[in-house]
């Protein structure tokens, strides 16, 4: 992990502690008050030999917090309304280590869909407020876009259950109301024939994303692949291990008329998605070519735009997916090459989770030849492209198997079927 520095908000999907390797010591993340009285996130500056003095301080630091948030809520004269208690929650109490794209999602939802059809509900007090104004409020939230009813409802639960926890109300209305959850659109993707395959390998071969596209075939996130290091290939055992991930980084700046602004950072690595994406993966050993040229092609590039004075970013040595200057590869660089890979091959364009469907697919189609046992088959592939369960393998990656499955002899040709080997040692 790289050396944190001040922030002006949480960092992204972080443990509040964590250790900075390189001085080797404990930090953690805290949240004040500065002169304005505006909420701040930061890293505390001092770091702490062992993790448990970083927790202690942590634990007094939040304390700190809360006495000067219980001083400035004595000072309010007058009772909240609903619409105020909204707001005052979201900017003291929403979860300081939540994800930054999370953080900006349900500003947007408080703000643009909410609070806009709060009505006179809005003047209520919270005690006041029931679980038939919270549906009233959810039913005017409809037809803004297909999330806007479940994203009111989810945080509208999430304020609820915390003015419960606080003793703030003596009953919350959100048990009586119908749950309002998302459906996942069918998404369509694009249908490749067997020569729009090879077409896509051939043009992508003397790029300097092949590595990247080849990966993506492999079944791995882009985030994923942009927090690789060549330490996490074993050519020796034929893996790959996955542990971490490169995720975009954003601050969310919020004014006091209840607008915010966002603005895109530094991209942060951090542990994988989940438990289950953590894991090891058995790769062709044409991958590992690839990575070596990787390497070499870097170390080279390094050593001229040193020796020209240029400037090289000397904190992400190591990682496999690195762009001039020697910084990570933009979340959208991928992107844009692949829709110029396909312009040049004259093919369907393809978006780099395309290519993630097209693989969950090819898996699943060759585990099932032959094998009786398909639910087996697709618990494998579920583990092996990381997902939490098999429903989302299914819900999400198998829709299209019919479309998809000219490309397989193709894909055979021009690479080594794709295997599965758990932590314990494979399948």
């Not at 948030?69 to 707001?87: D, H, N, R, W, Y």
Request: aromatic residues 10%; glycine residues 6%.
């Amino acid at each position: 992990m790289m050396k944190q520095k001040k922030h002006t908000q949480p960092a992204a999907t972080q443990a509040p502690i964590f250790m900075n390797e390189e001085d080797g010591k404990w930090y953690f993340r805290e949240k004040y008050l500065n002169d304005n009285h505006e909420i701040v996130y930061r890293v505390h500056p001092e770091g702490y030999d062992q993790m448990e003095d970083a927790l202690r301080n942590s634990v007094n630091a939040l304390n700190e917090f809360t006495g000067e948030m219980k001083k400035l809520q004595e000072q309010v004269k007058k009772t909240l309304s609903f619409a105020e208690e909204l707001q005052h929650w979201y900017h003291t109490t929403f979860p300081s280590d939540s994800a930054d794209a999370y953080a900006v999602l349900m500003a947007y939802t408080l703000f643009h869909y909410l609070l806009p059809n709060l009505g006179q509900t809005g003047e209520k007090t919270l005690e006041q407020v029931t679980w038939k104004d919270v549906e009233d409020i959810i039913a005017r939230a409809n037809g803004i876009c297909v999330s806007s009813q479940p994203l009111v409802y989810k945080l509208l639960k999430s304020f609820f259950s915390h003015a419960m926890a606080l003793d703030r109300i003596r009953m919350n209305p959100m048990q009586h109301v119908e749950p309002c959850l998302f459906k996942r659109p069918v998404k369509e993707f694009p249908s490749y024939t067997m020569e729009d395959v090879r077409k896509l390998l051939e043009e992508a071969r003397y790029t300097v994303h092949f590595l990247e596209i080849c990966l993506l075939l492999l079944g791995l996130r882009s985030g994923e692949i942009r927090g690789l290091r060549f330490t996490d290939f074993d050519e020796n055992n034929g893996t790959l291990h996955i542990r971490r991930q490169a995720a975009r980084q954003c601050t969310l700046n919020m004014k006091p008329d209840g607008t915010f602004s966002v603005r895109n950072t530094d991209p942060k690595i951090k542990t994988t998605k989940n438990e289950t994406s953590d894991r090891i993966l058995r790769v062709p050993g044409y991958i590992f070519t690839l990575v070596k040229e990787r390497k070499e092609y870097l170390e080279d590039l390094k050593a001229k735009r040193l020796s020209q004075g240029r400037p090289w970013e000397m904190q992400y040595d190591g990682y496999v997916s690195i762009a001039d200057f020697g910084r990570l590869k933009d979340e959208n660089t991928v992107g844009c090459a692949l829709k110029r890979i396909c312009a040049s091959a004259g093919i369907p364009n393809v978006s780099p989770h395309d290519l993630r469907h097209i693989t969950a697919t090819l898996m699943y189609e060759y585990g099932a030849e032959g094998n009786p046992d398909k639910e087996a088959v697709l618990k494998a592939v579920s583990r092996y492209l990381g997902h939490s369960s098999t429903n989302i393998t299914i819900d999400v990656y198998m829709t299209h198997v019919e479309s998809l499955s000219k490309i397989r002899q193709v894909s055979e040709a021009h690479q080594d079927p794709f295997l599965f080997a758990s932590k314990t040692g494979g399948m």
